[in-house]
């Protein structure tokens, strides 16, 4: 089945509400512009991959190009890691820039090579379907074959085996560009960034939300059977008890219990021992 994959730079919005529009619009996943040349940041890249995480099951991330093959790969890798991105992470060259030599496919190989011999293997080359046509790109002389060609039309990309295709710079009236997917290549296998792995608290005390709200359950086991009504918004603040259950912790209130999850819950003050 072709994915819907919507490319996110500057321009458009890096809020969770805006990300969950796109999905609610019917978008799969996102590429995210992270980089360009050797020193320009997307400055709202850093939020448009966390909130993306929340949203699709795959972000992938894109440098724009200006034909330094190592330069420009050694900068866009050193962000791609420090956003947490690991190696199945779909790294996307974005080779369409004015500046760029008629010719651009030794330079392109250059960039590609670098990722790859860096465990980036999940690369794939952007360009416009009149550059892969004329051999600006040459295609068949990349180190990584996978392509993703920009074609404003209703009936193509133009361009025989493509793996993705862009086809609307103006999606369904949105302002945003996407793309159809149509093997994998573009948004790659389902994978996660590597954020820290989850820690829980384990004290009596009083907590605070940390998080927009948190659920309030009947049992410790968190989930939908055992979900009440009520919730706690972010602010609030609770007197519980640290409960163990299997290998992490739950805090017990007076009205259930909630998750003890460090990313959604401060202890603002201890009291007591653990439970």
Same mark, same amino acid.
């Given at each position: 089945?072709?994915?819907?994959?919507?490319?996110?730079?500057?321009?458009? %919005? =890096?809020? *969770?509400?805006?990300?969950?529009?796109?999905?609610?619009?019917?978008?799969?996943?996102?590429?995210?512009?992270?980089?360009?040349?050797?020193?320009?940041?997307?400055?709202?890249?850093?939020?448009?991959?966390?909130?993306?995480?929340?949203? !699709?099951?795959?972000?992938? &991330?894109?440098?724009?190009?200006?034909?330094?093959?190592?330069?420009?790969?050694?900068?866009?890798?050193?962000?791609?890691?420090?956003?947490?991105?690991?190696?199945?992470?779909?790294?996307?060259? @974005?080779?369409?820039?004015?500046? *760029?030599?008629?010719?651009?496919?030794?330079?392109? $190989?250059?960039?590609?090579?670098?990722?790859?011999?860096?465990?980036?293997?999940?690369?794939?080359?952007?360009?416009?379907?009149?550059?892969?046509?004329?051999?600006?790109?040459?295609?068949?002389?990349?180190? @990584?074959?996978?392509?993703?060609?920009?074609?404003? $039309?209703?009936?193509?990309?133009?361009?025989?085996?493509?793996?993705?295709?862009? $086809?609307?710079?103006?999606? $369904?009236?949105?302002?945003?560009?996407? %793309?159809? =997917? !149509? @093997?994998?290549?573009?948004?790659?296998?389902?994978?996660?960034?590597?954020?820290?792995?989850? %820690?829980?608290?384990?004290?009596?005390?009083?907590?605070?939300?940390?998080?927009?709200?948190?659920?309030?359950?009947?049992?410790?086991? *968190?989930?939908?059977?055992?979900?009440?009504?009520?919730?706690?918004?972010?602010? %609030?603040?609770?007197?519980?008890?640290? &409960?163990?259950?299997?290998? &992490?912790?739950?805090?017990?209130? @007076? &009205?259930?219990?909630?998750?003890?999850?460090?990313?959604?819950?401060? *202890?603002?003050?201890?009291?007591?021992?653990?439970?």
């Amino acid at each position: 089945m072709t994915k819907k994959i919507v490319d996110l730079s500057s321009y458009q %919005s =890096d809020s *969770l509400a805006y990300l969950k529009q796109l999905k609610g619009w019917g978008a799969d996943g996102i590429m995210v512009k992270l980089t360009e040349g050797t020193g320009y940041l997307s400055p709202k890249a850093g939020n448009q991959i966390a909130n993306g995480f929340k949203v !699709f099951d795959t972000v992938g &991330v894109y440098h724009f190009f200006h034909g330094r093959g190592t330069a420009e790969a050694q900068y866009f890798l050193a962000w791609v890691k420090k956003m947490g991105l690991d190696k199945s992470t779909v790294l996307a060259i @974005d080779v369409e820039a004015p500046d *760029l030599p008629y010719s651009t496919t030794s330079q392109v $190989n250059v960039f590609l090579r670098y990722l790859i011999s860096h465990g980036y293997k999940n690369v794939i080359t952007y360009g416009s379907g009149s550059w892969f046509n004329a051999g600006r790109i040459n295609r068949y002389q990349l180190v @990584d074959k996978a392509i993703w060609v920009a074609a404003y $039309n209703n009936y193509g990309p133009g361009v025989n085996d493509a793996n993705a295709w862009q $086809n609307t710079d103006n999606w $369904n009236g949105h302002g945003v560009d996407c %793309s159809h =997917d !149509f @093997d994998g290549k573009l948004s790659g296998k389902a994978t996660k960034a590597t954020p820290k792995k989850a %820690s829980y608290w384990a004290d009596n005390g009083l907590y605070e939300v940390i998080t927009s709200e948190v659920n309030v359950y009947g049992k410790p086991a *968190l989930d939908k059977a055992n979900k009440r009504r009520i919730h706690f918004s972010k602010g %609030s603040t609770i007197y519980g008890k640290a &409960v163990k259950y299997g290998k &992490v912790y739950r805090i017990k209130t @007076d &009205v259930g219990y909630i998750s003890a999850n460090k990313d959604y819950v401060k *202890l603002v003050r201890k009291s007591g021992g653990k439970q």
